[in-house]
Structures are given as structure tokens and as C-alpha cells.
């Protein structure tokens, strides 16, 4: 049973970069995935979560209107689209599924997948 984010690098400011969030040796269908990201020196957040049907989703202040979540089933993935990137948002960007609802509960997540490393310049 694993999680795993993909997709951070290194973008210039006001560009954009796609997470994915991929399981393997379970299925995504029945669980709420979470975004959460930590940047240096600072606590782990919540960024963004997605309900297991899609139909509701859920941002945090700071990327509201900027981040995109959303998820392919059939792909067993989900991804967070982030446009117009920070320096901000620097972060290394975590995945985590809950088997219940979308919340910012850390302790309440069934499962973490590693992290993907953002780093956006000014």
C-alpha cells in the first residue's frame, strides 16, 4: 500500500506545476485526498482536499483561486493544478488519503505518501 506524489520542480514566479498523487495496492475510489505542504522551518498544512466522489473540494485561503484539485478514478491518481505559483509556496507537497471525509486532521489520515518538492523563484 503506497502513496506517492509526483510532479514538483522548480518554477519561476506566476508559473505553474501539476501534482500527482498515485496509489498502488489499493484503490482511491472510497478516500478523500488531502494536500498538505511544509515549507521550511514552518508546520506542515493543509493546502487542499477532494472528496472520494469529487464532488466537493476544499482550499486553503492562501491558494484559493490559484490551486486546482481534482481526480481520475480510473487512473487511481489525483492532481493539484497550482497556477500563478509564489515564492510562498515553497514547500515539499504531501498526498494523504482519508477514509472518511475531507478534513485538515493529520492524525485522522489512513495513508501518506512521500513528499514532492516545490520550489518557486522570485
Sequence with gaps: VQLQASG?????AGGS???SCAASGFTLDYYAIGWFRQ?????REGVSCISSSGGSTFYA???KGRFTVS??????TVYLQM????P???????CAADSTDCSWYED???????????????
Excluded: F, H, I
Design 108 to 122: 485522522g489520515m489512513d495513508y501518506w505518501g512521500k513528499g514532492t518538492l516545490v520550489t518557486v523563484s522570485s
Design 39 to 43: 515549507a521550511p522551518g514552518k508546520e
Design 88 to 94: 510562498e509556496d515553497t514547500a515539499v507537497y504531501y
Design 61 to 63: 485561503d492562501s491558494v
Design 8 to 12: 514538483g520542480g522548480l518554477v519561476q
Design 71 to 76: 481526480r481520475d478514478n480510473a487512473k487511481n
Design 17 to 19: 506545476l501539476r501534482l
Design 83 to 86: 497556477n500563478s505559483l509564489k
